[in-house]
């Protein structure tokens, strides 16, 4: 049993540092202001707005609201870079409900964005659209999808496309 619980440490580990090189734009080994500042600019352009549109602006917003987050999660103060131990020692072992609430303020922005059409949830086709101008092939974007939706519903819940993204930053679907 304790050889198992070493393990999945170990793997939880390995794919919180994932995140953090997904995070870690300049690759310059931390976190600061700067790479979630890109990150946000990246991800809003793979949507198709442009710098100074509503949802660009909105997007600032939360992106800088989501670094604070982590932060304070990791008890740094507002100048502060993180490291890559900080982020994995803490994200390696956080509970969900601690993640959600850095998390919340980002997903739900993102969701707009994925929600084209507003109906409060994010159909096939609004996933695939996206995922398409980052130039993900077919069969991986409908693997995605299908793993995501969990209920079987045919489209994502906010809850659903929440996992996606916790894995995405924090390593892990949750
Ligand atoms: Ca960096
Ligand atoms: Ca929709
Ligand atoms: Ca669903």
Redesign the pocket.
């Known amino acids: 049993m304790h050889q198992v619980s070493i393990e999945q440490t170990e793997s939880q580990r390995s794919r919180v540092s994932k995140a953090f090189d997904l995070m870690d734009l300049d690759g310059s080994g931390e976190l600061s202001v700067e790479d979630i500042e890109a990150l946000a600019e990246q991800l809003v352009g793979r949507f198709g707005f442009a710098p100074g549109s509503q949802q660009h602006e909105d997007f600032r917003r939360v992106s800088t609201q989501l670094w604070q987050g982590v932060q304070q999660d990791i008890g740094l103060s507002a100048g502060d870079k993180v490291s890559r131990k900080e982020y994995v020692d803490f994200y390696a072992n956080a509970e969900p409900a601690a993640i959600r609430r850095t998390l919340a303020p980002f997903t739900e922005q993102l969701f707009k964005l994925f929600d084209t059409d507003g109906d409060g949830?994010v159909s096939k086709s609004e996933f695939e659209r996206y995922h398409r101008a980052w130039g993900v092939p077919q069969d991986r974007i409908e693997g995605t999808f299908e793993q995501?939706?969990?209920?079987?519903?045919?489209?994502?819940?906010q809850e659903?496309l929440h996992k996606y993204l916790s894995g995405f930053i924090f390593g892990d679907f949750r």
Do not use: A, K, V, Y
């Open positions: 949830r995501l939706d969990t209920d079987g519903s045919g489209d994502l819940s659903e």
